[in-house]
């Protein structure tokens, strides 16, 4: 089972960074860590992933911990729109690598 | 790029009527993928196609459930026949596999209510 662990909900005030945590303890070496994030009434959106090294682009960093076991998902400064749901996603390596399995998520709450 | 294109945004139908969902992918995108999300569930993969062949339906919940994707433009989730416990936001989602990924694009959605 591709499981990750993620606080249920956060919250934020604008204009701060946010640090969203993830546990992964059962990964696997091929396996890449995918992170999501669902606006309200609105469709999933990409944000980044990794497999070993920490990661950055636009919207996002993501630094992966060596033992790869947990990841942390970082806005630099949070605004109004980056409320959403987040989903910390395992994805599986080989043949499966097409499989996102989505768990409840963090709720982050971003405060004017 | 217009994204992930879904057809109806909203759905009412009857138990026991047919439902046709429609979504058009991303314009050279070559694998496709049908989602459904309600509360109680979150949200589940039904069916993976790879340049228009159903690779994965393990997903789908029942034989009134069936995909089709006749070719690389159009994609269709038809339940036939509709049950309240169908009642979800369908999600169509497109890529173009780079590497060891897939990073998805989603639609906006379907949202069907079946009474």
């Known amino acids: 089972d591709a499981k990750t662990t993620q606080p249920n909900s956060m919250e934020s005030n604008e204009e701060e960074p946010v640090h969203l945590p993830c546990n992964h303890s059962?990964?696997?070496?091929?396996?890449?860590i995918h992170w999501y994030r669902q606006l309200p009434s609105q469709g999933p959106e990409y944000v980044i992933h990794?497999?070993?090294s920490n990661v950055n682009n636009r919207m996002a960093s993501l630094a992966i911990a060596e033992d790869r076991k947990s990841s942390t998902l970082i806005l630099h400064r949070a605004t109004l729109r980056d409320a959403a749901v987040y989903y910390c996603?395992?994805?599986?390596?080989?043949?499966?690598?097409?499989?996102?399995?989505f768990g409840k998520g963090t709720l982050l709450t971003v405060n004017p | 790029d217009a994204g992930v294109i879904q057809s109806p945004r909203h759905e009412v139908t009857e138990m026991g009527q047919e439902v046709t969902l429609r979504c058009k992918p991303i314009?050279?995108?070559?694998?496709l993928f049908w989602y459904r999300q309600t509360m109680m569930r979150g949200l589940e993969l039904l069916i993976y196609?790879?340049?228009?062949?159903?690779?994965?339906d393990s997903g789908m919940p029942e034989d009134r459930f069936s995909a089709k994707m006749p070719n690389a433009s159009f994609s269709t989730l038809k339940i036939q026949p509709s049950e309240p416990r169908d009642s979800a936001v369908y999600f169509c989602?497109?890529?173009?596999?780079?590497?060891?990924?897939?990073?998805?694009?989603f639609g906006p959605g379907t949202r069907l209510t079946v009474t």
């Open positions: 059962t990964i696997s070496g091929t396996d890449y």
């Open positions: 196609f790879n340049n228009n062949v159903p690779i994965d």
């Open positions: 996603i395992r994805g599986r390596g080989g043949g499966s690598n097409y499989k996102l399995t």
């Open positions: 989602a497109s890529s173009s596999q780079w590497g060891a990924t897939y990073e998805q694009y």
């Open positions: 314009s050279g995108h070559n694998s």
């Open positions: 990794g497999l070993t």
